[in-house]
């Protein structure tokens, strides 16, 4: 049995949670957040006040701890512990955060972005479990992935690998991680909303629906299309397969490459696969190697919606176990 910590940090909040590792399963013991706000230095203070409080509530002390994982939003260099200016975190420069828990308890500490804590978690524990070659996907906000490959995570020379959220799909189209027509442009819920909005634009009459459900074009969402596309709207179904078929694309490029055994996919495919699946297949049956594609699952996150919560506790335990 293994004591475990984990910090997670994002643009709006934080969280610090205390688990423990088990008969190769992992359980959350206690979890408090807070906003994301204040310096650097003051957000790390307020996680370590947390964190020292949680072990009292528990009746543990930062020696019963193996060790601390960290999960953060990216761009940061996971080899050297540093967060480098995550587009969600103005004002995280350069800040040297494993170093900071380390000096303060004592704690070996690990970090890494969110797509690869995922990625360890869903191999770990959730739908990758066993599996030797295991691609994690987000489709949340965003599209990151996290790749694990031959039994281990890989991250690339510091850090970036994984990063097909940034593939140019098309010339044109909406705009992901900074660059139009990029697979996050199509495969995220941000994208979907820039999806809705454009056909909106082209087709007031067919969207006016969906304008009125969100309450007005501005409040368009991808949950807005997704809970229209439910009740049978054709104008958000077929925003919600072009959608698929653009994910399918992806993954094409991902199974081609990579030769996984299988592809998890949290956040929008979590929830609404079913308005996914048909363009997906459409577009991996004719893109992807077939041979690959035999062999390679598309799943859902087998964590479902506490995939986060177990991230970093997760990466807590994998780099334990290296």
């Known amino acids: 049995m ?24 992992i359980r959350i013991l206690a ?85 690869n804590a995922c990625a360890i978690a869903e191999w770990r524990y959730g739908a990758g479990r066993g599996k030797q070659n295991v691609i994690f996907l987000t489709f949340g906000t965003g599209l990151g992935a996290g790749l694990i490959l031959d039994g281990r995570l890989y991250s690339g020379t510091n850090g970036n690998a994984g990063e097909i959220g940034h593939v140019r799909l098309r010339r044109d189209g909406p705009i992901g991680y900074n660059k139009r027509g990029s697979c996050e442009g199509f495969c995220s819920g941000g994208g979907l909303e820039q999806q809705g909005k454009l056909a909106a634009q082209k087709d007031p009459v067919g969207a006016e629906p969906l304008i009125q459900y969100a309450g007005g074009f501005d409040a368009i969402t991808a949950k807005t299309i997704a809970d229209l596309a439910d009740q049978g709207d054709a104008f958000c179904k077929k925003i919600y397969r072009s959608c698929g078929e653009m994910l399918g694309e992806t993954l094409a490029i991902l199974i081609d490459i990579l030769n996984p055994e ?61």
């Open 2 to 25: 293994r004591y475990l910590a984990g910090l997670d940090i994002g643009g709006t909040k934080c969280a610090v949670t205390l688990g423990v590792e088990e008969n190769e399963d």
């Open 262 to 322: 299988c592809i998890i996919l949290g956040g929008v495919y979590m929830r609404s696969s079913h308005l996914l699946v048909a363009g997906m297949e459409k577009s991996l049956s004719r893109m992807a190697l077939s041979g690959a594609r035999e062999v390679c699952e598309i799943l859902p996150a087998g964590l479902g919606e506490t995939v986060g919560d177990y991230a970093a506790l997760s990466l807590a335990a994998y780099a334990k176990s290296k």
């Open 31 to 115: 979890k408090k957040k807070f906003a994301t706000k204040g310096t650097p230095d003051e957000v790390m203070e307020q996680m370590l006040l947390l964190f020292r409080s949680l072990l009292a509530e528990q009746g543990l002390t930062e020696a019963d701890i193996a060790s601390i994982g960290i999960s953060s939003g990216g761009p940061l260099d996971s080899k050297r512990g540093i967060i480098q200016s995550p587009p969600n975190l103005p004002g995280w420069d350069d800040v040297h955060i494993t170093e900071f828990f380390e000096s303060r308890t004592k704690i070996p500490t690990a970090l890494e972005n969110d797509a």
